[in-house]
């Protein structure tokens, strides 16, 4: 019977991210920033090809996005058994903000402010493929009424 040896997935932490990047800018080669790391230099490649070869411009957050701080009155809110409408007063914002906020965390039983906050930091990822990627059916019709 074969057995297969199956490689373990190798992840970067945002520090050694930056490292890879600005010892790339540096004029480093994929092997030698490799063995800094301990790695195969295709662990590096890996890393730099999506962007071309070119460093990805900071992650920041819209301004209408909700702020870990808010996140917490919400939190504290709820805790002290306030309804969606007293907390969206509070923080000046609508009551179906709130309402989507804590529903899509866990609810109200469940809802903690620093893990929504994260997961909100996760759903926002960029860049995204665009709508006629990921929908053939769209992009096929598109095409046509182009032609």
């Known amino acids: 019977m074969l057995e297969m040896a199956y490689r373990t997935r190798i992840k970067y932490t945002d520090e050694q991210k930056r490292e890879i990047w600005d010892r790339w800018k540096r004029g ?55 309804s969606m409408r007293a907390i969206a007063l509070s923080l000046n914002r609508s009551p179906s903000t709130i309402s989507r906020e804590v529903r899509r965390n866990g609810g ?22 665009c709508k006629l990627a990921n929908h053939p059916e769209l992009r096929d019709s598109v095409a046509d009424k182009l032609m």
């Open 108 to 129: 109200l039983d469940r809802y903690r402010a620093s893990r929504a906050d994260k997961a909100a930091w996760d759903r926002s990822h960029r860049p995204k493929l």
């Open 28 to 82: 480093e080669s994929l092997r030698a920033i490799g063995r800094v790391f301990d790695r195969p230099s295709s662990s590096i490649f890996v890393q730099l090809a999506p962007t071309g070869g070119i460093r990805p411009a900071l992650r920041n957050r819209s301004g209408l996005a909700l702020t870990l701080s808010e996140r917490e009155e919400i939190s504290r809110g709820i805790a002290a058994r306030q």
